[in-house]
C-alpha cells in the first residue's frame, strides 16, 4: 500500500507562486514514477507533470510548460511541484499520484492518488 499526502496549495493573485509537496509512504515509493494532475470545477481530470524514479526524464502537460517544475527527493520520499507565473486558469484541486511505470502516471491509470489540494488563483 502507497499513502500520498499533498501540501502547499492555497490562494494566491495571477503571476504569483506557489510549490506543492507530496509525501509519499508505503512500498517501494521512491522507485517509481510520480506525478501531479489537476481537476478544476466542472472539468475533466488533467495531467500537469510527471518524473521518473531517478529524475531522469520529465513530463510535461503543454499548458503549463516553462512556468511549472516538477522535481523530487527521494530520501524524503516526496515529489514537488513548483509553480510560477500562476494564471486563472491554473485554479483547480491538485493530486499527486505514483505507479510503477510512467505510462501508468502519465495516462492517468494510476492505483494510488492523494486527497488533492486546493490551488486558487485570484485576479
Known amino acids: 500500500q502507497v499513502h500520498l499526502v499533498e501540501s502547499g496549495g492555497g490562494l494566491v493573485q495571477a503571476g504569483g507562486s506557489l510549490r506543492l509537496s507530496c509525501a509519499a509512504s508505503g512500498r517501494t515509493a521512491s522507485t517509481w514514477t510520480m506525478g501531479w494532475f489537476r481537476q478544476a470545477p466542472g472539468k475533466d481530470r488533467e495531467f500537469v507533470a510527471a518524473?521518473?524514479?531517478?529524475?531522469?526524464?520529465?513530463y510535461y502537460a503543454d499548458s503549463v510548460k516553462g512556468r511549472f517544475t516538477i522535481s523530487r527527493d527521494n530520501a524524503k520520499n516526496t515529489v514537488y511541484l513548483q509553480m510560477n507565473s500562476l494564471k486563472l486558469e491554473d485554479t483547480a484541486v491538485y493530486s499527486c499520484?505514483?505507479?510503477?511505470?510512467?505510462?501508468?502516471?502519465?495516462?492517468?491509470?494510476?492505483?494510488?492518488w492523494g486527497q488533492g489540494t486546493q490551488v486558487t488563483v485570484s485576479s
Open positions: 499520484t505514483t505507479d510503477p511505470t510512467t505510462s501508468g502516471v502519465v495516462g492517468g491509470r494510476s492505483r494510488y
Open positions: 518524473i521518473t524514479w531517478n529524475g531522469d526524464r520529465l
